[in-house]
């Protein structure tokens, strides 16, 4: 069974930082992609980054330079490093692959901006 669990959010000021963690079980990892996503509610998902399984990385535009993903092969992991996070960040953070033509969605984790 495939399962995505993020950790790391919480509560931070604008200007600071957060690092989200996806741990995941049940797939190859090295060989999977992985994305993270997030969510304000009422609004529709939407993308934040990507890293391949060869390391390529892409971003949202709205990122500008502020986060960059990454993976860790060993531990079955991928991060999102989070700099001068703004309010306009808060969202529910989620974890994502695709694996085997399915795609996967851990539960997410809650990060908060207050101005």
């Known amino acids: 069974q495939v399962h995505l669990v993020e950790s790391g959010g919480g509560l931070v000021q604008s200007g600071g930082a957060l690092r989200l963690s996806c741990a995941t079980s049940g797939i190859r990892f090295s060989l999977a992609h992985m994305n993270w996503y997030r969510q304000v509610p009422g609004k529709q998902r939407e993308f934040v980054a990507r890293i391949t399984s060869n390391g390529t990385t892409s971003y949202a535009g709205f990122v500008k330079g502020r986060f960059t993903i990454s993976r860790d092969n060993t531990r079955n992991t991928a991060q999102l490093q989070m700099n001068l996070l703004e309010p306009e960040d808060t969202a529910v953070y989620y974890c994502?692959?695709?694996?085997?033509?399915?795609?996967?969605w851990g539960r997410g984790t809650l990060v908060t901006v207050s101005s």
């Open positions: 994502n692959t695709n694996w085997k033509d399915r795609n996967f």
